[in-house]
């Protein structure tokens, strides 16, 4: 068993698939030979002296480039099994002015490098696999064509002897070693087209950026809906039972008038548990998304935050049209802890809130006349400021909050809004 | 005194209807939503229709928008406003029309069931109740800074003032004398410069008026 294992991971493990890796790199060969003659073409015109006419094969190489190169990229599609990933189009325009445009790309130049550079040391390789190959089939089965081939056809009189030994055993390790031979060179056909005709590293730095700017806004987006699909559960359920539940025991309080004390001092008791529940639910939807929020925009949510504080607070909000839901969100969040923590931590007497639109950037500043010497860093009310920091982050928005040791403190956030 | 009760909250309804029987009201129509509030109070011209602001199909301002048809063809039936938040542009589209007989309260006051029903009350004889968080929502907005010079308790006081309360009905709140109540609303008069009004309703007039709420 373990024998027939080990064999097999010697002798026919190689050979799965190298048909394959070798008819990939057979088809290079055609495409990569395709500059050849032009090449040769502009060194006989070189050789001869006539500048003017090397122009030709030059200008040919350009005109041939684009076809060489969909003539490529459908040979990794077809034995790769996935596209070669594109370097980024030149930018609109009209025909001519975008084939201009494209000259000056590196993308181009790359291109160029692999079919005219790249292009023939890979045939090369790949006559040399495909030699190699040839080689070993005929030499292993050497006997075959001593007993096949009539008399006078062979070239030499090998017979039985032991030349035709050797060279069966050496077409042997040439088969032995041919899959090797044409993996590796398939992994580097593969790589020099994924180099040369592929985006730059710098192009696929740039995609990742947009790619991973685009999902990061989306888990963006989808933790809103949640929050909101979550209040509005919360909504139709839970605080609707229990108003309803308060009620009830209001009205059980209000109407069994003739019940023994201690009955009514447990009625009193879940009557003001229940309304107490129903205050904490209500602070536990304000922190994840209020559907005043949702309904009436930053204005009419921020005003019910700052009407709750114990100190008196202004808030003005000037904006001619309501931002997307997440950048609300955002900043009805960054209003609505950075109060909590003016009413925690700096001893002030007032705040005050204003938010606007500037261009196309919300700025959201919140100032109060406490002692100041709040700390991004500090471990107690720092959390609360790093929290928000890395909230208004996650927007791309910018974030600084002066407070000098004796105070005021203003924090200013700006947040960026597409118009 | 007869209710029409218009919430799309099949709990909160029955909870409403429960309150205000007990308090002696006849609840002549339960509906769910605006047209069917229209519909009812047509039929049965009642002393105050309570209204949720959010109804079908739009879960937006319906029942503000019927109050507001609703004040305007039948004078005569109270509108009491209940709400899952405050949003006071609500309260000052009410107010600006007719200051008598309208009420705006947060849906979890139901659950103080007899401060509930003599808010109730006091709205169908043609005064007003505002929930206490409709003027502290008011007081936020406001940019001119008398307000400054008051001191917390004038605060509270006028916030309960506001919202529609008598002396008596403060006192009791703050837990003070009604005297001192007095002493509290002259002085928050004589500091915003308001004129003097014996009778509670007018008096909430003029805190309303100060407020930017109701118009002259």
Redesign the interface.
């Known amino acids: 068993m373990q024998l027939t294992t080990r064999l097999q991971r010697v002798l026919v493990r190689p050979f799965r698939g190298a048909g394959h890796r070798t008819a990939f790199v057979a088809a290079g060969l055609p495409l990569h030979l395709a500059v050849v003659p032009l090449w040769l073409w502009l060194l006989g015109t070189m050789a001869a002296l006539v500048p003017a006419v090397a122009a030709l094969p030059v200008l040919l190489t350009l005109v041939v480039t684009p076809l060489l190169t969909a003539g490529q990229r459908r040979r990794y599609r077809a034995f790769v099994g996935h596209d070669l990933p594109r370097p980024a189009a030149p930018g609109p325009g009209r025909h001519w002015t975008s084939a201009v445009r494209r000259l000056t790309t590196g993308a181009w130049w790359r291109q160029v490098c692999y079919h005219a550079v790249a292009g023939p040391l890979l045939a090369v390789l790949d006559l040399a696999v495909l030699a190699v190959w040839a080689a070993a089939a005929v030499a292993a089965s050497i006997y075959v064509w001593i007993w096949a081939l009539p008399p006078q056809w062979q070239v030499a009189d090998l017979g039985y002897t032991p030349q035709a030994a050797y060279l069966t055993a050496g077409g042997l390790a040439l088969l032995f070693l041919g899959p090797r031979l044409t993996g590796a060179l398939a992994r580097l056909e593969s790589r020099a087209a994924e180099v040369l005709l592929g985006p730059s590293r710098t192009e696929k730095l740039a995609r990742r950026v947009a790619d991973l700017a685009e999902s990061r806004a989306g888990v963006l987006d989808a933790a809103d809906a949640e929050r909101r699909r979550i209040e509005r559960d919360l ?2 359920g839970a605080q ?2 229990l ?2 539940l ?6 059980a ?3 069994l008038a003739d019940l023994p004390a201690d009955a009514r001092q447990v009625i009193d008791e879940a ?1 003001r548990e ?2 107490e529940a ?2 904490e639910l ?1 602070d536990l939807v304000r922190g994840l998304h ?3 929020l949702e ?2 925009g930053l204005d ?1 949510a921020l ?2 935050v ?3 504080l114990p100190i ?5 909000v000037d904006l001619p049209q309501r931002p997307s839901p997440t950048v609300e969100a955002v900043a009805y969040f960054v209003v609505s802890e950075a109060l909590t923590n003016v009413v925690k931590h700096a001893r002030a007497t007032r705040a005050e809130v204003t938010v606007e639109r500037i261009g196309e950037t919300l700025r959201v500043v919140v100032a109060d006349d406490g002692a100041g010497g709040a700390d991004l860093a500090a471990a107690d009310g720092g959390t609360g400021l790093a929290g928000l920091a890395k909230r208004v982050a996650s927007v791309d928005g910018t974030f600084c909050c002066r407070s000098p040791a004796g105070g005021p403190t203003v924090l200013t956030v700006e947040l960026p809004c597409a118009p | 005194m007869r209710a029409v009760i218009a919430e799309d909250s099949l709990l909160l309804r029955i909870g409403v209807a429960k309150v205000l029987e007990a308090a002696g009201f006849e609840v002549c129509a339960q509906v769910a939503d605006a047209e069917g509030l229209l519909a009812a109070v047509e039929e049965h011209r009642p002393d105050i229709a309570v209204v949720d602001v959010r109804m079908p199909p739009g879960f937006t301002d319906e029942g503000v928008r019927a109050a507001l048809v609703l004040r305007r063809q039948y004078p005569r039936t109270a509108v009491l406003l209940l709400s899952q938040y405050v949003e006071e542009r609500y309260a000052a589209d009410l107010l600006a029309a007719n200051t008598s007989g309208v009420g705006y309260l947060l849906k979890q006051r139901v659950a103080d069931v007899e401060e509930f029903a003599d808010s109730v009350r006091r709205v169908a004889v043609g005064g007003t109740a505002l929930d206490p968080q409709v003027v502290a929502q008011l007081l936020v907005r406001r940019h001119s800074d008398p307000l400054d010079r008051l001191t917390p308790r004038e605060r509270e006081v006028l916030e309960l003032m506001a919202g529609g309360r008598s002396n008596s009905g403060i006192a009791a709140a703050l837990f003070v004398t009604e005297s001192a109540i007095a002493k509290h609303i002259n002085s928050i008069f004589t500091k915003l410069d308001l004129p003097r009004a014996d009778a509670d309703h007018r008096r909430v007039l003029a805190v309303l008026r100060f407020l930017g709420v109701a118009t002259a």
């Not at chain 1, 008196?312 to 003005?316: L, S, Y």
């Open positions: 909504h139709d609707q039972r108003v309803s308060a009620v009830n025991l209001g009205l309080r209000a109407t009557h229940a309304k129903i205050a209500n209020p559907a005043v309904d009436r009419a005003s019910g700052a009407a709750r008196p607070v202004r808030v003005a």
